[in-house]
């Protein structure tokens, strides 16, 4: 088991920036795939981006440009940079860790995001 904790929610007004940070409770391998998803009120969990050993980043087309996902194995962290927010940037954000190898799938408890027009 791997528990997954979310830091870093808040609100902002719009054109700000967030820093969401997701802490594993165990150490992060080149096989774990680590993804960031949002689920807004009264829609789907929906992927924001993900990332895997040695990439950039995969992003969502509503985010690109603004959002950044990184990660540091040697801290079992991985983090979004939020850029650029607008309104619609508003949900629920959940960390994400997908055992490539097992294709176990684990969720953080989510943290909130929340942009002011």
């Known amino acids: 088991q791997v528990q997954l904790v979310e830091s870093g929610g808040g609100s902002v007004q719009t054109g700000g920036s967030l820093r969401l940070s997701c802490a594993a409770s165990r150490p992060i391998f080149s096989f774990h795939r680590m993804g960031w998803y949002r689920q807004a009120p009264g829609k789907q969990r929906e992927l924001v981006a993900f990332i895997t050993s040695g990439s950039s980043g995969n992003y969502a087309d509503s985010v690109k440009g603004r959002f950044t996902i990184s990660r540091d194995n040697a801290k079992n962290t991985v983090y979004l940079q939020m850029n650029s927010l607008k309104p619609e940037d508003t949900a629920i954000y959940y960390c994400?860790?997908?055992?490539?190898?097992?294709?176990?799938?684990?969720w953080g408890q989510g943290t909130q995001v929340t942009v002011s027009a």
């Open positions: 994400n860790l997908n055992n490539m190898l097992s294709k176990a799938d684990y």
